[in-house]
């Protein structure tokens, strides 16, 4: 922070409105034009491809209709269609990138022309006062904040493989420990190991500070201030978008939504080994059971039909053991990692703010 502080201390700054600075052309329509290796930019980013360009210098892209936060930097040729302008930037008094960088700490809702569908006029646009710091002070400002974008790409870089190696792993040792032969265990239907069952709430139930769980049909648990059983439980979706996968392991007190079913466990099986098995294969076996390409509703009958092998306790206990380290691991990286990466992201802005926050006078002629 203090190298930063020492970078600005004393500089001169000129603020220009963007028209003085750089001027702001609209685009295209893209239709008949040859296919090609040019990208052709639209406000939600890339449309497609063709053989020519409309602009072959470093710019900055900003809306014109539709998502109007969407700022990108482009370097290399491109097209770019009527929803997004492109701005040919007089580079004696701005770098490019600068401009990129700084009109991204701009809030462009704010500026929104639009009666309905978002939008930003070439009027508004060019009245936006701009800082012009030294052209050096502006190049060692890019090199900071390039460094800090970097740095987020490389995390979310390693955040990907990271998982994707982990998540193989753990799918090479769960398929292993969890593939049984015929004469090898006892296989058994889920309804004679498992108590199977629904609740009985919807999710307009939902009380935002609720005292317990409410598992409803998707990913994200709710809460209420009741609950409906006190138990270990497998809970999956009996429809919607999560339907025949496993989302949660309940323990201890909780509510259940109406269309969302709980596995119970009997004695004799170890939940967890119950609940590795069911999230590994649950989903196929529907899958492979319906009739039609895709399940929208499960039935209790699908359950009880189920096949489970059923090894003995301690050999359960064995694969649980095993199989329980690979999720602690994967979670600890999915969760870990992300977490970086938004810390990272945080001071990126941090600094960016920091980097370009010029003191700001009446705009100069």
Do not use: C
Not at 3 to 12: P, R, S, Y
Not at 212 to 228: H, S, T
Request: no cysteine; charged share 20%.
């Amino acid at each position: 922070m203090s190298n930063i502080l020492d970078l600005l201390k004393g500089v001169e700054v000129k603020w220009k409105p963007l028209g003085e600075v750089a001027k702001i052309k609209h685009g295209k329509d893209w239709k008949g034009l040859n296919s090609g290796d040019i990208p052709v930019y639209g406000s939600g980013g890339v449309m497609g491809y063709v053989d020519t360009y409309s602009y072959n210098k470093p710019t900055v892209l900003i809306p014109r209709k539709g998502s109007i936060t969407n700022i990108f930097y482009v370097e290399s040729p491109f097209w770019n269609v009527d929803t997004i302008y492109y701005t040919e930037i007089d580079e004696s008094k701005v770098f490019p990138k600068f401009l990129y960088y700084f009109i991204t700490t701009i809030d462009l809702m704010a500026l929104d022309a639009g009666s309905g569908r978002p939008s930003l006029t070439q009027a508004i646009l060019n009245k936006i006062p701009i800082p012009i710091p030294p052209l050096h002070i502006q190049t060692e400002i890019i090199r900071i904040l390039d460094a800090f974008t970097a740095l987020t790409a490389a995390l979310t870089a390693a955040l990907t493989v990271a998982l994707t190696m982990r998540k193989k792993q753990y799918n090479y040792y769960r398929d292993q420990l969890l593939s049984f032969e015929e004469g090898d265990v006892e296989w058994k239907t889920l309804g004679e190991v498992a108590i199977i069952g629904t609740g009985s709430h919807d999710t307009q139930d939902a009380i935002e500070d609720g005292d317990y769980i409410f598992y409803a049909r998707g990913r994200e648990p709710l809460k209420l201030n009741m609950f409906d059983f006190d138990e270990t439980a497998i809970i999956t979706a009996g429809d919607g978008a999560g339907v025949g996968k496993v989302f949660h392991y309940a323990q201890g007190k909780y509510a259940l939504h109406q269309r969302a079913y709980r596995i119970v466990p009997s004695e004799n099986m170890d939940s967890r080994f119950v609940y590795h098995y069911i999230a590994s294969y649950f989903y196929t076996y529907i899958q492979k059971a319906s009739v039609s390409s895709s399940v929208t509703s499960l039935r209790r009958p699908m359950f009880l039909n189920f096949p489970i092998p059923v090894p003995s306790f301690s050999e359960q206990k064995r694969i649980v053991a095993i199989l329980d380290k690979f999720y602690v691991l994967t979670n600890s990286i999915t969760e870990g990692l992300p977490r970086e990466v938004e810390l990272r992201q945080k001071q990126y802005e941090y600094y960016r703010e920091k980097l370009l926050s010029f003191p700001k006078p009446a705009l100069e002629a």
